[in-house]
């Protein structure tokens, strides 16, 4: 159904305006192990704010549970009434790996050479084409850009905007063909705790996406297997000039082991469908020592073998100890949501048409990191993930197109209208 002009030109204004409005409430979660949910209260702002405005566009069954997940009916288009619950989905919470508190975005234009999203301490902040190639082509593109003092919050505030901005649209205009669509917008997905609570039996929907991807674009039903890895050394401390023979530092310990990881399959030298070992962090003293690693492959069998690199390197340093200083515990995060999508081909293929649609060229790829779908695919909701249109997400850098943005949503509308 085409849609008149003035409906598509109130369409993109709003979602740009959402999207200034939603960065700017702070909801950065905490460490993952953090044993409430949501890991930070604040999170329930956003949460609240927006089941508030998904009441006043006339969502049916709207709710904010008692750990910040946010729900909301949008009634099928006529005629569409027996078609299967499609649900679209983001995350509340933003990053804790960079600043992410005050945001305060503002839109530039891009004329090309380095993009200058601020300046601190009299420095500007910035990247360039030769880090980011894809600036090439957003020559004379406004762009939404932090500061420089916080990440921007696009991961994933734009998919929140792009899906209020839809939910707007077919509340104002029912007769839009779509199906009974279920929104969520979850807290803690950053730390991987996002899907966990989530009532999937209750959520109701046969199928769903997350909105919850990079460039325009993107399409993606794989992601890494998932382990984390926390490797403890025990050293033995005694006055340095007294120490010969007997002193085992922790810290030389810590060393020993992590040169027996392969460098190659650091982050910082893969790509695609290449796994890693990511040491997330590491703290030392003479006596102690504690490193926290992340394991990542999108194969199971490979992912299986580095853990049990990452066991044997143990067992080695260990063994040239003559007891036990090196332990490792392992746990199991999420799985290769690909092992349940890969029975619903048509959920890719219909997301490949909406993007066509609009003139974009589907780019499917594997995620390099992980999703609410993942979990959510092995609880019984198969869920690819979308495109946001956002680049350099988790760091100073991140900024999005205003026509991505734009684009997005009218994607997100062919989507649901290839399901009513």
């Known amino acids: 159904m085409a849609r008149p002009k003035d409906m ?39 949460a609240r704010l927006l089941a508030d405005e998904l009441r006043e ?154 909105v919850d991807g990079g460039p325009i674009g993107e399409l993606e039903w794989e992601c890494f297997n998932a382990a984390e890895a926390v490797v403890s050394f025990q050293g033995f401390s005694i006055h340095p000039g007294d120490s010969k023979g007997r002193m085992v530092n922790a810290g030389e310990l810590f060393h020993r082991f992590h040169g027996l990881l392969p460098a190659a399959q650091r982050p910082e030298y893969t790509e695609g469908y290449e796994g890693f070992y990511y040491l997330e962090g590491v703290s030392a003293t003479v006596e102690h020592a504690t490193a926290r690693y992340i394991i990542r492959d999108h194969d199971a069998g490979k992912f299986q073998a580095k853990i049990d690199h990452l066991l044997s390197a143990a067992a080695f340093v260990n063994e040239e100890q003559g007891r036990e200083r090196v332990t490792v515990e392992i746990k199991q995060q999420y799985r290769n949501m690909a092992e349940v999508v890969a029975e619903y081909p048509e959920l890719i293929e219909e997301a490949k048409h909406a993007f066509e649609e609009e003139g974009i060229a589907p780019n499917v790829i594997p995620i390099r990191g992980g999703t609410d779908g993942a979990q959510l695919s092995f609880r019984g909701l198969p869920c690819p993930n979308l495109s946001t249109g956002a680049f350099c997400c988790h760091g100073v850098n991140e900024f999005i197109p205003v026509r991505s943005l734009e684009t997005m949503v009218r994607v997100l509308e062919r989507l649901v209208a290839r399901f009513a």
């Open 57 to 210: 566009m006339g969502a049916r069954d709207v709710t904010v549970t008692e750990h910040a997940y946010v729900t909301a009916l949008i009634p099928p288009s006529p005629g569409s009434e027996d078609r299967p619950k499609l649900g679209l989905i983001a995350h509340l919470d933003t990053t804790e790996q960079a600043p992410g508190f005050g945001v305060k975005p503002h839109v530039l234009t891009y004329d090309g050479g380095d993009l200058v999203c601020g300046t601190v301490d009299g420095k500007p902040v910035s990247i360039g084409p030769e880090l980011l190639p894809a600036l090439n082509d957003l020559m004379g593109e406004e762009l939404v850009c932090t500061d420089g003092t916080t990440l921007l919050g696009a991961d994933d505030k734009a998919g929140v905007a792009e899906i209020m901005a839809l939910a707007a649209l077919l509340c104002e205009h029912p007769e839009l063909p779509h199906p009974a669509i279920g929104i969520c917008f979850c807290p803690d997905e950053e730390i991987g705790h996002g899907a966990e609570l989530l009532d999937v039996e209750g959520f109701g929907c046969t199928y769903a996406y997350t």
């Open 8 to 46: 598509e030109d109130a369409n993109m204004t709003d979602v740009l305006e959402r999207f200034l409005r939603y960065v700017q409430v702070d909801t950065q979660s905490a460490d993952e192990h953090c044993d409430q949910v949501p890991s930070t209260d604040i999170q329930f702002d956003l």
